[in-house]
């Protein structure tokens, strides 16, 4: 508030204000004060004769500042401030009392200055033996080791593990190009060299595994005298996924269907091994006996066959016995069959193929040449119908694998060292066509698992052809030659039939990429149908003209 008058009077003066206002009104301007204390209201004379002006309030807000708490802190307590002096006294006693002194805070870093300059007890070499052999520390490492080795070769997916603990899935599948490319060369200074290819095959679970068999080094006699070895296809790094081996050469192998962590082997004394990927041992974790019950010559042919619920492993061995076995009890077949030709006539078996779906029949080649259907169940059971038409040792046999609108499960095709590939169907017992353009012996030959046509073969001057029926079938339509000078032992395809896998006999493993060259078309089923027709109508001309120089 501000008065009107220019002159107001002390504070002292406030006691005798009434009588001076009394006596002398007319000196003195008057102020009022109204009752309302929401309103000021002050009359004075303006000069100007102004009116006068009425304030209020329009809004009232109350503010609460709580007053600042300043806290303070004791490095030896947080005891209230407020304490009594008795309590305070006593509280600095027991602190002097509890404070050490230098000479314990001296004690206190020497010890841990010891305690870091100390070092962790030395194992002693029972202890470090007892740790390297424990079943923990061997499982440790042996799966280390393979994700070391794929960190090291490539950036990718290093964790996943094929013993199948890593449930994921997985494309397999290799780009290919449009012509016949190589791709890629396994091979192991330790393990491959100076051994033969004798047997691959392509992993059912996971596509890009291929697994190897080998016979024995001659150099190095200490060595197991059989090996083999899965490959992978998915990382670059170039060493072994697994190593296994045995005390005898590995003339057969193969990925137990419906069993994606065994590997089954046939080897030269007649054993049947099995390995297990999921456990460290690099030695087979069951085998056959050698007894009259089971093998006792070399088995060239071994074959998962079944379905899920009911699958059988099938062996043939080269004295013509054929046994049946579960893979959960290879102490003793299941059953056993003496391959026997007019029950006389043991037959050495070299090769052996199941038509596809089929469990029953199959075909077997033989070291004579002579190729034979034959059955498991029935009462055909045994060696069935002969099929006369290699002049030397059947090495490959392949029943057509292409499943389409055309049903061609009867043909099959063989090799043999006589340098032909022959054509065959069940239904007859001569060949349908022999492929004769090779200089060497031919060592393997199979079907495409895709294309109806086509199917490829190796021979001994390392040349590895694609024959494509549709096209033509005096030519390969595509053919190569490895490096070297040395033999191509073995053709696989892969199940996308892109890929195809040659083993040669200096322990090398040669990749090559397919292409365009093994893709289907629509028309390729029916074009390969009349094919058939044509070679029959050749063969049948053929036959006529040998009838009649034979009766000239």
């Known amino acids: 508030m501000s008065p009107s008058s220019k002159s107001v009077g002390t504070p002292s003066e406030a006691g005798s204000q009434d009588s001076v206002e009394c006596g002398a009104v007319g000196r003195f301007r008057t102020l009022q004060w109204d009752t309302d204390p929401s309103v000021l209201q002050l009359q004075s004379d303006s000069e100007l004769g102004r009116r006068m ?27 209230p401030l407020a304490a009594h002096p008795a309590e305070e006294d006593e509280d600095d006693e027991e602190i002097a009392e509890t404070k050490p002194g ?19 007890r030395e194992l002693t070499e029972e202890e470090k033996q007892q740790v390297l052999h424990s079943e923990e520390f061997l499982l440790f490492f042996d799966r280390t080791i393979r994700i070391v080795e794929r960190a090291l070769a490539e950036e990718s997916d290093i964790f996943f593990d094929y ?54 080094n001659e150099d190095a006699p200490h060595e197991p005298d059989g090996a083999a070895l899965v490959w992978n296809m998915k990382f670059k790094k170039a060493t072994p996924e697994y190593i296994f081996h045995c005390q005898s050469s590995v003339m057969s192998v193969c990925f137990a269907r419906f069993h994606p ?9 007649g054993q049947i091994v099995l390995w297990d990927n999921r456990s460290h041992r690099r030695t087979p974790v069951q085998r056959t006996p050698l007894s009259a019950a089971a093998h006792t010559h070399p088995v060239y042919c071994v074959n998962v066959v079944g379905t899920q619920n009911a699958n059988n492993l099938i062996t043939v061995s080269t004295d ?19 391959l026997v030709y007019n029950k006389s006539k043991p037959v050495a078996v070299t090769g ?15 070291e004579e040449g002579t190729v034979y259907t034959a059955c498991r169940h029935g009462s055909k059971a045994g060696i069935g119908e002969m099929f006369e038409g290699h002049q030397g040792p059947v090495t490959g046999i392949s029943c057509h694998m292409a499943v389409g ?38 060592y393997d030959v199979m079907w495409s698992p895709v294309h109806p046509a086509l199917f490829a073969c190796v021979d001994g001057m390392g040349r590895l052809d694609l024959w494509n029926l ?44 397919v292409g365009e060259l093994a893709v289907p078309h629509a028309e390729d089923w029916t074009r390969f149908a009349r094919t058939l027709v044509e070679i029959r109508a050749n063969r049948a001309d053929a036959e006529e003209e040998g009838a009649v120089e034979l009766s000239n």
Not at 61 to 76: A, G, M, R, W
Not at 180 to 203: A, G, I, M, P, Q
Not at 262 to 268: F, N, Q
């Open 320 to 338: 013509g016995k054929m046994c049946s076995w579960n893979l959960d009890m290879l102490s003793q077949p299941q059953e056993s069959m003496e």
């Open 470 to 513: 549709n096209n033509d079938t005096e030519v390969p339509t595509a053919s190569v030659t490895i490096e070297g000078a040395s033999a191509l032992n073995r053709v696989r395809w892969a199940a996308t039939g892109k890929e195809v896998a040659v083993g040669d006999s200096e322990g090398r493993i040669w990749i090559y990429d």
């Open 163 to 216: 013993s199948g603990r890593d449930l994921e899935d997985k494309e397999g599948d290799i780009q290919a190009g449009a012509n016949l490319s190589f791709n890629r060369l396994f091979y192991d200074e330790h393990w491959s060299k100076h051994r033969v290819v004798t047997c691959l095959d392509w992993s059912p679970q996971y596509p890009e595994l291929m697994v190897a068999s080998y016979n024995s």
């Open 261 to 269: 962590n065994l590997v089954v082997g046939g080897t030269y004394s």
């Open 102 to 120: 230098p000479e314990s805070e001296l004690q206190d870093e020497e010890q841990k200055e010891e305690a870091k300059e100390a070092h962790p």
């Open 405 to 442: 609108p055309i049903d061609f499960s009867h043909l099959f095709v063989t090799s043999s060292f006589d340098w032909t590939v022959k054509l065959w169907t069940t239904k007859h017992n001569k060949p349908l066509y022999s492929f004769e353009d090779n200089a060497d012996y031919v």
């Open 352 to 366: 052996m193929a199941f038509p596809t779906g089929d469990v029953n029949n199959y075909v077997v080649g033989s």
């Open 53 to 79: 002006h009425r304030l209020g309030a329009s809004k009232i807000t109350q503010v609460d500042f709580l007053p600042k708490e300043v806290v303070s802190y004791c490095k030896e307590t947080q005891t």
